[in-house]
Nanobody, 123 residues
Framework: QVQLVESGGGSVQAGDSLRLSCAAS????????MAWFRQAPGKEREFVSA????????DYVDSVKGRFTMSRDSAKSTVYLQMNSLEPEDTGIYYC????????????????WGQGTQVTVSS
């Protein structure tokens, strides 16, 4: 079993930055691909970013490219999402997810989920 705990959400102004963290336990994090998804009120869960197991290649949804950076610290079994130049459209609950082997963009591919952390960006 894998446990994921997110932290770092909050309420900020447009243009501000936040860094989300997701700490994993229960399996060696180096064996897992990790991803961030977000869900705004009344909208479907949306892929934001993912980082592969092994060689840490990353993938981002177009709307966050150049603003968000995902990274991992395998020694701490933690992944991070550095979010810069935040926009009101980035508002939502951000979820960390994990799966074995390669990263995917579909939320249904991820069996392990954190409880979510709220990000609110006001204009």
């Amino acid at each position: 079993q894998v446990q994921l705990v997110e932290s770092g959400g909050g309420s900020v102004q447009a243009g501000d930055s936040l860094r989300l963290s997701c700490a994993a336990s229960g399996r060696p994090a180096v064996m897992m691909s990790m991803a961030w998804f977000r869900q705004a009120p009344g909208k479907e869960r949306e892929f934001v970013s993912a980082i592969n197991w092994g060689t840490p290649t990353t993938d981002y949804v177009d709307s966050v490219k150049g603003r968000f950076t995902m990274s991992r610290d395998s020694a701490k079994s933690t992944v991070y999402l550095q979010m810069n130049s935040l926009e009101p459209e980035d508002t939502g609950i951000y979820y960390c997810a994990a799966k074995m082997e390669g990263k995917k963009r579909s939320w249904s591919e991820y069996p392990y989920w954190g409880q979510g952390t709220q990000v609110t960006v006001s204009s």
